[in-house]
Nanobody, 127 residues
Framework: QVQLVESGGGLVQAGGSLRLSCAASGRTFSSFSNYCMGWFRQAPGKEREFVAAISWHGVTLNDDSVKGRFTISRDNAKTSVYLQMNSLKPEDTAVYYC??????????????????WGQGTQVTVSS
């Protein structure tokens, strides 16, 4: 099992930037590096949606809605994953969830059932 704690959310004006962090615990350093890590989000009245993920070997995948604006990265020594969000838009307003893959050496998946979830952090972008 894994525990995920997000931080870095807040209120920002359109065009601004935020950096989300997620600290993972419950898995040792050596095993953390063997799992995909990701970010999903859920806006008010909408379903939870995939944002970005990074595989155990460093391959990244971004949703089309954030390509060129968001960057996911990981630091295996710190068992942490980050989401750098630039050029934020009001439509990026949502609760952002850090996720950890459930399978060792698994593939990136957009299926929410393939992930463990954090509690979420609110990101609000004002126009």
């Amino acid at each position: 099992q894994v525990q995920l704690v997000e931080s870095g959310g807040g209120l920002v004006q359109a065009g601004g930037s935020l950096r989300l962090s997620c600290a993972a615990s419950g898995r040792t350093f050596s095993s953390f590096s063997n799992y995909c890590m990701g970010w999903f989000r859920q806006a008010p009245g909408k379903e939870r949606e995939f944002v970005a993920a990074i595989s155990w070997h460093g391959v990244t995948l971004n949703d089309d809605s954030v390509k060129g604006r968001f960057t996911i990265s990981r630091d295996n020594a710190k068992t942490s994953v980050y989401l750098q969000m630039n050029s934020l838009k009001p439509e990026d307003t949502a609760v952002y969830y850090c996720t950890a893959g459930t399978r060792t050496y698994g593939l990136i998946s957009r299926d929410s059932d393939e992930w463990y979830w954090g509690q979420g952090t609110q990101v609000t972008v004002s126009s």
